[in-house]
């Protein structure tokens, strides 16, 4: 299953170009968590795509065109050369960085995603989600699949796993431990089977790519992430649960995901590891084992 990297990505570009394309000019800033990053793009009648990322004193030169349903190029400058994928989903932008290795080659395992808020102009605004909904400054504002978390519910959650979960909204697969903002790609793995908010919803990522797991449609970074361990991922509906196994809805297993992972060439890499800047849980895999990780616990899979 690794012949097709692109596959899905290719067939939404052959079957949304006909549709109409979000017009990216604009200013984005991204949410306290990623830092202060500052994306001002401006999109022309042809699709090609011009603009900077500036934060933290440095500045680089953006460039790229549309590829329906995201965008895509080059960012560069500070003697760095990266290529990018972005896209937006209603007034946010997610906005993956990918680095390039010793070969030119694109390196998905240290690509960084950031998500960024479109500013408002003077057009009228757009409705506000539902975390800024008006509430007492005392009640906290995390949304999970829909359903808002009790102060007494996140306070808990807070003390027991020694985290900070920002307000937001959210969504959760209790099956895997997957989460993400709401609608966004997976953000990050956490403990399975917790009892939070409501029920995981089809689009809780927004997804186009008729690709399911779990009920949830993916969204088309998380393909694309995918893709690059697996190969061609047909459209279907798929499970997946905690250790990794991963089958068609109804079936029996298929693989291992994380076996796969785990053998998978590494380019010289020991493991990989993400940590989450807005629970503080991070997590990956190094010489055949797999772990979750917070402040003062850890999870560990594998021999």
Known sequence: MRKLILFVFLFLMLTTSALSIDNYTGTYVSAPEFGPVTVTLKQDATGKIQGTMSGEGMKFRIRGAIRAPAITGIVSGQGVKMNFMAQL?????????????????????????????????????????????????????????????????????????????????????????????????????????????????????????????????????????????????????????????????????????VRIANAAPRRDRAGSTYRSNITGIGGGSSGGTSYVMGKDWAVMVGP
Not at 154 to 167: A, F, G, H, P
Not at 244 to 252: A, D, F, K, L, T
Request: charged letters at 20%; aromatic letters at 8%; glycine letters at 12%.
């Open 89 to 257: 989903q209603g007034t946010r932008l997610f906005f993956e960085l990918i680095e390039l290795d010793e070969y030119g080659r694109p390196d998905y395992d240290a690509a960084e995603t950031l998500i960024l808020q479109r500013q408002a102009h003077a057009a009228s605004p757009a409705p506000a989600p539902p975390t800024d909904t008006p509430r007492a400054a005392s009640d906290r504002a995390v949304v999970i699949n829909g359903t808002q978390l009790s102060k007494k519910q996140v306070n808990s959650l807070e003390q027991t796993y020694r985290i900070k979960i920002q307000d937001g909204a959210y969504w959760y697969d209790k099956t895997c431990g997957a989460w993400g903002l709401q609608g966004g790609p997976t953000a990050g793995f956490i403990l399975p089977n917790l009892d939070l908010g409501g029920p995981l919803k089809a689009d809780a990522s927004n997804g186009t790519t008729g690709v399911f797991a779990n009920g949830r449609q993916l969204h088309i970074y998380d393909v694309l992430a995918l893709q690059q361990l697996l190969g061609p991922i047909a459209p279907g509906r798929y499970w997946l649960d905690a250790q990794g196994n991963v089958g068609i809805e109804g079936g029996p297993m298929l693989f291992n995901i």
